[in-house]
């Protein structure tokens, strides 16, 4: 899938509009759940989703996924793939709006197995490949927790993948850390605006303006603020 690209296939979402077409008018790609990704021109695009996207998570000391909701810090934190050099780069924003105050980790993407036992990771019944001592002490630090990062094996799931839709079994399909059984999410532009109107029309409660922290509240917001691989226009 590549960015400008024209989708004559209408996903169900747009389908009400009078359009028969949109454009994908930006891609990003969220390698470790819940941190932050990067937009990209193009991305491989499988049977099984975007490649790579949320195929890692951050664990605790108790093997359970860490996110953004319990450690507000992993919003500092970039995940961005670098393909031609196989590698997974981690940057730490550690001043806000500052990109040269930041610390980066680079890990090296290696063809690990769960059958590997020497990298497995294993927690609550469930097994992961685990990435090693030395991005582990980079993340706690950095989050200020015990934690470690893991990755979801490429193999597939299984017949007990099942898609809620319409009750078949998603046989071959990759495992991701996504929250939702569709491994790409997806955001109308269109929709976006019309949140933003709401908004800007709630600014005012009936003759009396509101707080300034409650306008910012009511900010405008961005199609990233859904945290979307894609985005239609």
Not at 60 to 70: E, H, P
Not at 74 to 96: F, H, S, W
Not at 123 to 129: D, L, M, P, S, V
Not at 175 to 189: K, Y
């Amino acid at each position: 899938i590549q960015k400008d690209q024209i989708l004559t296939h209408t996903p169900k979402c747009v389908e009400a509009s009078n359009n028969t077409s949109c454009k994908v008018s930006a891609l990003w790609i969220y390698p470790v759940k819940s941190m932050g990704g990067f937009s990209t021109h193009q991305w491989a695009y499988t049977s099984t989703g975007f490649k790579y996207d949320r195929q890692w998570a951050v664990v605790d000391s108790r093997g359970i996924v860490v996110t953004q909701k319990k450690v507000t810090a992993m919003a500092r934190i970039q995940a961005k793939l670098d393909l031609e050099a196989t590698t997974l780069r981690l940057k730490c924003y550690i001043k806000e709006n500052n990109p040269e105050a930041s610390s980066e980790f680079a890990l090296r993407l290696t063809p690990q197995t769960i059958a590997d036992e020497k990298h497995c990771y294993c927690a609550n019944g469930k097994k992961w490949i685990d990435e090693g001592d030395s991005v582990a002490e980079w993340l706690s630090m950095w989050l200020n927790c015990n934690c470690r990062l893991v990755r979801q094996p490429m193999q597939a799931v299984g017949n007990h993948g099942t898609n809620l839709r319409n009750g078949s079994c998603n046989i071959g399909k990759r495992r991701t850390f996504a929250n939702t059984i569709d491994s790409v999410l997806l955001v109308n532009e269109a929709s976006v605006t019309a949140v933003n109107i709401k908004l800007r029309a709630q600014q005012h409660v009936g003759d009396q303006a509101l707080s300034p922290v409650a306008s910012l509240a009511l900010g405008q917001i961005s199609s990233s603020r859904f945290r979307p691989n894609v985005v239609l226009s």
